[in-house]
């Protein structure tokens, strides 16, 4: 029988600290804390809702990052 694959590790990160940030300092800081993929989004985006380990989202309205969370 196989062995159940492990999950990469998130990175250690608060996503509410990107709230506030423009959205390019944001994506910078992410990809520089480990993320792996960085995905910004509009506000009322309609998007898929897997978890997917090293991702983050951001929500940004006016190149302001206005919400944040992982997966």
């Given at each position: 029988?196989?062995?159940?694959?492990t999950?990469?590790?998130?990175?250690?990160?608060?996503?509410g600290a990107?709230?506030?940030?423009?959205?390019?300092?944001?994506?910078?800081?992410a990809?520089?804390?480990?993320?792996?993929?960085?995905r910004?989004?509009?506000?009322?985006?309609?998007i898929?809702?897997?978890?997917r380990?090293?991702?983050?989202n951001?929500?940004?309205?006016?190149?302001?990052?206005?919400?944040?969370?992982v997966?």
């Amino acid at each position: 029988m196989a062995s159940i694959p492990t999950p990469s590790a998130q990175p250690a990160d608060t996503p509410g600290a990107y709230v506030g940030l423009l959205v390019d300092a944001a994506e910078r800081r992410a990809r520089r804390h480990g993320w792996s993929t960085v995905r910004s989004l509009p506000p009322g985006a309609i998007i898929t809702m897997e978890f997917r380990t090293g991702r983050i989202n951001f929500e940004v309205a006016d190149a302001v990052v206005t919400r944040c969370w992982v997966g």
